[in-house]
């Protein structure tokens, strides 16, 4: 994760200057670049995508001889850190990036306002997405944009009201995933969304996390394996129980990560017979 990290941040360096000669510099400044998931979480894998949101401090244009407007630079520095980060070279591309987890998905504007973010938490944003917000931390650029838009993702995901059927709805998504994404024939070898896989920790945590966050700050933390820890320690969690998950997460990712360089593919099956020879 922490490669990840510096990897982002001179991508975001070399996209600003990219784009400087023909467009100078945002005004007002301020940008951040948030990871979600696995970058969020610091538990990135072998293989692992990097979940990535694009956020800049307000509107306005740039200074340069071509001056444009915040939404529409913005979204070209994010395409540029995008570019940089999954060229395929003569080494190899650096990562795969997904940026579907922003408003609107793919469909929705690339880099937005922290104001543009305020307005689609308020109004728009599903259950889901306060269980993807958990795992929103900056990685790269202005720290204050960054703390910023954390500020708004924890009053969304902590202070909202809790809906009296959360549990019910949470359980129905994680069946929903199970079900169109595997299949029947692969819910048992399927270490990442099958039954008993890692989703299956990560929904009981985020679930207990909404549940509980906002009166155990403890539990605040992008980290599954943190916020395990911290539910064991707040008997939020019978402690023996956040044990047990907490070992049987790190053994899911160890096979996970071991299938992944054993195919050198981002893989998440076990295979349906033992190799031979």
């Not at 360096?13 to 100078?24: I, K, N, S, T, V």
Request: charged share 25%; aromatic share 8%.
């Amino acid at each position: 994760t922490l490669l990840a990290e510096g990897c982002i941040e001179v991508a975001l360096g070399m996209a600003e200057q990219d784009l400087a000669g023909r467009f100078g510099r945002p005004d007002p400044p301020g940008f951040s670049i948030v990871g979600m998931g696995k970058l969020g979480g610091m538990e990135l894998g072998y293989g692992s995508d990097l979940d990535l949101l694009f956020v800049y401090r307000d509107d306005g244009q740039t200074t340069g001889p071509e001056r444009v407007s915040h939404p529409e630079y913005f979204s070209k520095l994010a395409d540029r850190i995008t570019k940089f980060l999954t060229s395929i070279t003569q080494e190899g591309a650096a990562y795969r990036v997904d940026a579907r987890l922003r408003p609107g998905g793919q469909k929705g504007e690339v880099a937005l306002s922290l104001r543009g973010f305020e307005g689609y938490l308020a109004r728009q944003a599903d259950l889901w997405e306060r269980q993807a917000y958990i795992k929103a931390r900056p990685v790269a650029g202005d720290p204050a944009v960054g703390e910023g838009f954390l500020t708004l993702t924890r009053r969304f995901v902590y202070d909202a009201p809790e809906p009296p059927d959360l549990a019910e709805r949470i359980l129905a998504m994680r069946q929903r995933i199970e079900t169109e994404r595997v299949g029947t024939g692969n819910k048992a070898t399927h270490v990442k969304l099958g039954s008993g896989g890692i989703l299956e920790i990560e929904f009981l945590v985020q679930y207990l996390q909404l549940r509980h966050g906002r009166t155990h700050a403890a539990v605040r933390t992008p980290s599954t394996l943190e916020a395990l820890s911290a539910l064991g320690a707040s008997a939020l969690l019978p402690a023996p129980d956040a044990a047990t998950l907490e070992r049987s997460y790190r053994f899911l990712r160890r096979v996970e990560t071991r299938l992944r360089i054993v195919a050198d593919l981002s893989v998440n099956t076990l295979p349906s017979a033992p190799r031979c020879g």
